[in-house]
């Protein structure tokens, strides 16, 4: 008798590799994804009362590889007090910063790419005169800037400080005694006199030629340091090198870093700010890491995670080609070929994702950004697929810069369709629905959170980020991101 052949559904098959070979293989062929609404709610409730940690000690971080250096990460509502009675208002504060961080990046670019000179910036106040020291002050600039801080040792002897992590900036900065003006920290103001490794800079020196705005003190061969932001934020004042401590890692000598005397910004408590860019004055640059990855906690929730230099790339990570820009040095770009929803590629040119020949155009992946911004052809396409696959949902008006809301308050748990990066090599990367389905208003209103831009630089925001860690190996010029590893 002839054998039965076997007529098994090609799903079945499909699910069976799944669970026996890979889960990043089975979120790949996934065309919906379950998001629990009412754990989403949950936390955004409690973000309301959320009792921020001390600023004065260290979190030990939940999770930890083998690094070299290694220190904790932990965000905003983590750490600071805010005065929000309603998560809606929480959300159009966040939404404010998220708004200027965007412009500081589009700035950013447009002033590398369109040559402007240093004459186009504020000068640099070229020296600091005791008769205008005054106490620290709190700037006007209401909505601040930083979104992720770590905690990093500074000087000999170490003195711990909380930091903002900027993956879109090159310079390091702390707020330094005698203060022109500076903004109110909760850690004591790092006085230079009292370390025994701090050293300025000459204005011949290599670090100072490398900074884009730079000058020389009138009471000698001193290198003066100046950046700008786009929130109104603002440091300068000498620039120096000094030891960096990582906790219990170890320590870098002689780092250059900002000593900031005139500093404007309100950057919630932090002392300072550490760039993690991928210019040579960043710290992975400066420390000479092959590697750093992070991974950036719930910006909802009390928990830590950590920053590692030199760590090993987790090994289910989703890898994607580390791309630079020949024109400017700062960012690390990410070989995005195209995006999916529901399981759809959506009908978009490769180009749209990729740098041209000026210099414009793109993925970069940032931690001061919140929501994704996207080219409006690449956000049109996405919002239509999304729309057109929730069509069972209550919709919404909307909220802010979103157009896309939906009305949650009566469901616990729904079914959603599955939103994914495809990247160069052909790697796919499906984001959790609380990735991009997010609360904002606490009575159960939900906003997709992806933005358009009317430029052609495409932004991963820290919303899409979260609970992923994120590893850049610059040895062998690669990006992964790994689910759950923080």
């Known amino acids: 008798m002839r054998k039965k052949m076997n007529t098994a559904p090609v799903w079945f098959s499909l699910f069976t590799l799944c669970l026996l070979f890979s889960s990043v293989l089975c979120r790949s062929l996934q065309k919906t994804t379950v998001f629990e609404v009412s754990a989403s709610t949950r936390l955004a409730k409690h973000a309301l009362t959320l009792n921020p940690h001390s600023l004065k000690t260290p979190l030990q971080a939940p999770y930890t590889t083998a690094s070299t250096y290694s220190v904790s990460i932990h965000s905003r509502t983590s750490l600071r007090k805010h005065t929000h009675k309603t998560y809606d208002s929480l959300t159009l504060a966040r939404l404010a910063r998220d708004s200027a961080r965007v412009n500081y990046i589009t700035s950013k670019l447009d002033f590398k790419l369109s040559n402007l000179t ?149 950057f919630v408590g932090a002392a300072g700010l550490l760039g993690l860019g991928a210019g040579e004055l960043s710290l992975p640059s400066q420390v000479k890491a092959t590697s750093f990855s992070y991974c950036l906690p719930d910006r909802d929730s009390a928990s830590s995670s950590t920053i590692d230099f030199n760590s090993a790339m987790p090994v289910d990570s989703v890898m994607s080609p580390l791309l630079r820009n020949p024109k400017i040095d700062t960012f690390f770009y990410i070989g995005v070929t195209g995006l999916s929803v529901g399981g759809e590629l959506l009908s978009l040119p490769p180009s749209i994702f990729e740098i041209n020949e000026s210099g414009r155009g793109g993925v970069i992946a940032d931690s001061g950004t919140a929501v994704t911004r996207l080219p409006s052809k690449a956000y049109t396409s996405l919002r239509d697929s999304f729309k057109q696959g929730t069509q069972h949902l209550p919709a919404s008006t909307g909220f802010a810069l979103f157009d896309t809301c939906y009305d949650l308050s009566s469901m616990t748990r729904i079914s959603v369709p599955t939103v994914a990066f495809h990247f160069a090599g052909g790697k796919t990367l499906s984001l959790p629905a609380k990735n991009y389905l997010i609360p904002v208003e606490a009575g159960g209103k939900y906003c997709l959170a992806f933005a358009p831009t009317a430029g052609s630089l495409t932004i991963i925001g820290n919303v899409q980020q979260q609970g992923t860690r994120v590893s850049y190996d610059i040895a062998n010029s690669k990006v992964g991101f790994s689910a759950g590893k923080c």
């Open 118 to 266: 240093r004459s186009d910036l504020k000068p640099i106040q070229t020296e600091i005169r005791p008769e205008n020291l005054q106490s620290p002050v709190t700037s006007g600039i209401s909505q601040g800037s930083g979104e992720y801080f770590a905690r990093l040792g500074v000087g000999t002897p170490v003195k711990q400080y909380y930091m903002v992590l900027d993956t879109g900036s090159d310079i390091n900065w702390i707020q330094c005694q005698p203060c022109e003006d500076c903004y109110q920290q909760s850690d004591p103001i790092f006085n230079p006199t009292d370390s025994n490794s701090y050293s300025k800079l000459s204005c011949s020196s290599t670090q100072c030629s490398a900074l884009q705005v730079s000058s020389c003190s009138r009471a000698g061969d001193s290198c003066l340091y100046q950046v700008s932001y786009g929130d109104g934020s603002y440091t300068g004042g000498s620039f120096a090198t000094e030891t960096v401590s990582f906790g219990s890692s170890g320590s870098v000598p002689q780092v250059a870093i900002g000593c900031g005397h005139d500093n404007e910004g309100l």
